[in-house]
Structure formats: C-alpha cells, structure tokens
C-alpha cells in the first residue's frame, strides 16, 4: 500500500486549517477589542455618574480620578491610570449624547460577550443592565476612538467614523485619511447639500463625480514637490505603493493594468492607468500630467473614453470615466474644451499632506458663500 502523501492535497488541508485558525484567531481579538470599548464606556459613565452626585467642584473630580486610579491599577494592572480614566468619562459624555448604545457590555451575543472586564456582584450587574442607554452599537477598536475624539469638527468626526466602520479601516489607514484631510477633499468636490449628507450617510457613490477628490493626495510616493520627475517615474511609483493609491482612490476600485494598450486604424495607443469601479460599474482611465493641464491632453482622453465605451465596455456597464490627473489645472480650459455630461474629470494631486486648517477655512468660506 502507497503510504506517501499526494503533496497537493496535503497544502490545500493546510490551508484550510490555517483559514480556521486565522478566522477564529480575528474573532477573539474582535471580541476582545470590543470588550474593552464597551467596558470603558461603561466605566465612564459610572464616573460621570458619581460626580453628577457628589460635589461639583473640579478638585473633587479630580481626587476621585486619581484615587479611583491608584486603587483600579493595584488590582488589574497598567491601563487605568489618571489620563485614561478622563479618556473613558470623555468617551461617555461625547457618544452618550451623539449615538445610542443599544447593548450593554454585559449583552453582546454577536461578540459573545456574556460579562465585563471588571468583576461585579449580581446587584451591581443588574443594576448595569437596567441603566439608561442609547440604541446603537460599537464596531471600531478603542484606538480608533481615541482618534476620533481628536477631530473637533463633529461633523467630520461623524463622516469618519461611517466610513472607518463600513470600510474596515485598519488604525493605519485612518489616520492616513484623517491627516489627509479626507472630509474637506470630499467635501469641497460636492455641492452645499450633499456635504450635509457626509455626516449622516458617509461618503455615497451613486454617479461619476462621487468618486472625486479636490485635490488627491500621494504623500506616499515619497517624491518632493520641486523635484523633477517624469510621468513614468510617476506611473511607477504608484504601482509600486498601489495598496495606498487605492486607499487614496476611494469605494469600489479594482486595479486593470497599467499601460493598457488598444490599436486602432493600425495604430497603437496607451492608457497610463485603468481601473474598475465595482460600484459605478464601469472603467475609469487615469492619465498621469507632471505639469500644467493642456487642451490637447483633455481631447487624448476623449479618445481613450470614447474608445472603451465603444468598443471594450458590455451592455450591461455604465460609461466609461476618464480622469486627467495633473500637477495644475486650468479650469476654464477644461470648461471650454469639454462638452457638457462628458464623464472626464481634471484633478490636481499634491505630493504632501494638506494644510488642514486651510482646508476647513476654504470649505467654511465656501459653503457661506453657497448661502448667499
């Protein structure tokens, strides 16, 4: 009898183990990383609930704080000092107020989270489970909120939190959008009433300008901004940092190639970069400008577009979206050049982090003068 093992059935064992242990392994973190969020809320709103009934003064909270401290880190270790006990009572006071909570740390069946961190008697349990509470839930790591409770604006801080949650943002990545400025880009590419819309609903893919950004950031193409550098050193670095460009890009983006090459009347052409937007069901083609925007380059990529909806797009998909994106545009020669609901865009990228400020300045300014 043959006692040797047929190598590929032994790797696809291994890695249907291995996918067991990997999923099994992300859920005791999730449900640990939550543990830890609702617990902290919780424990903020017992501070902020002794206070409430004890003296107001200021150093009364704060001897508290620091006894509570001192008695909370002999018995369970690091993590319960001063400044994180202020964190927690902050916590509850700022999602106590903007969204509901509606399960306890004590009943969380989809985290299977049946007791808190902190040991309590079935009177204090009880006493936890009959407490008013909100209606919603938490889905983000405490990291992710002590982010957020950075952001001032409660409006962005609203839009990042949506789209941390719906799009899986990893610490990373939030913070990259964050210090990217993310909302006021989006923001400023919308018009006065669908920026409303990005605190309530997050960012909405629904039609072509939904993908827009003003301006795109590439930060991480390590490339200064008085350099010179070709379009092809361009290409090539976003491919190589091409997990961040799609960051970058935003929703529903898939990757085609680079250099894409069609032939027409035995000619042939390329396309710097294209790609698939799942949501637009539909290809959107990048060119790459190192320099100021030329009406000769918005009527090469009419051709492109024009080419892929005639003859490379199915019945099925929608038109095709060209995007020039370029170091400085020229708005008016964009106006001039194109016809109307043409599905080609000018974008400007920048090779470093924005000014923030200045970013919510101009949107300020802007959406004042929308009122007018």
């Keep these: 009898m043959d006692k040797t093992v047929d190598k590929r059935t032994e790797d696809a064992l291994f890695r249907q183990i291995a996918s067991i242990i990997d999923q099994a392994r992300n859920k005791v973190i999730l449900t640990v990383n939550l543990a830890m969020v609702y617990t902290y809320y919780e424990i903020g709103r017992l501070i902020v609930q002794h206070e409430q009934q004890g003296k107001r003064r200021a150093d009364y909270g704060q001897k508290l704080l620091q006894n509570l401290s001192a008695r909370l880190t002999e018995r369970f270790g690091k993590g319960f000092s001063y400044p994180n006990l202020k964190r927690f009572r902050q916590f509850y006071q700022e999602y106590s107020e903007k969204k509901a909570i509606g399960s306890t740390v004590l009943s969380q069946s989809e985290a299977s989270i049946s007791s808190t961190v902190l040991s309590q008697s079935d009177e204090e349990k009880q006493s936890i489970v009959s407490a008013e509470m909100p209606h919603n839930t938490f889905s983000l ?69 939904d993908i827009l950004k003003e301006p795109y950031v590439l930060e991480f193409l390590g490339l200064k901004e008085n350099s010179s550098f070709s379009e092809t050193e361009l290409e090539s670095r976003l491919i190589d940092h091409l997990q961040d460009f799609l960051l970058e890009l935003g929703k529903g983006f898939a990757f085609i190639g680079r250099q894409v090459r ?42 492109y577009v024009h080419y892929y909806d005639r003859y490379v797009k199915q019945n099925f998909e929608n038109p095709t979206i060209g995007i020039l994106l370029c170091k400085e545009k020229n708005e008016t020669i964009v106006k001039m050049t194109l016809p109307e609901n043409e599905n080609i865009y000018a974008a400007e990228y920048k090779l470093y982090l924005p000014d923030a400020a200045l970013l919510q300045s101009k949107l300020a300014e802007w959406i004042a003068a929308e009122e007018i």
């Design 141 to 209: 790591s405490w990291s992710h909120y002590l982010l957020l409770m950075k952001i001032d604006d409660l409006n962005a801080r609203s839009f990042y939190e949506i789209e941390a949650e719906r799009e899986q943002w990893s610490l990373r990545e939030l913070r990259r959008q964050v210090d990217s400025s993310l909302y006021e880009r989006v923001a400023l590419s919308k018009d006065k009433n669908r920026v409303l819309e990005l605190s309530r609903k997050g960012q909405l893919i629904e039609k072509p300008d």
């Design 262 to 303: 069609f032939t027409f009347e035995e000619e042939h052409f390329f396309v710097d970069l294209v790609f698939y937007n799942r949501l637009l069901r539909c290809f959107v083609l990048l060119d790459l400008k190192t320099g100021k925007l030329k009406h000769q380059d918005i009527g090469q990529m009419q051709m």
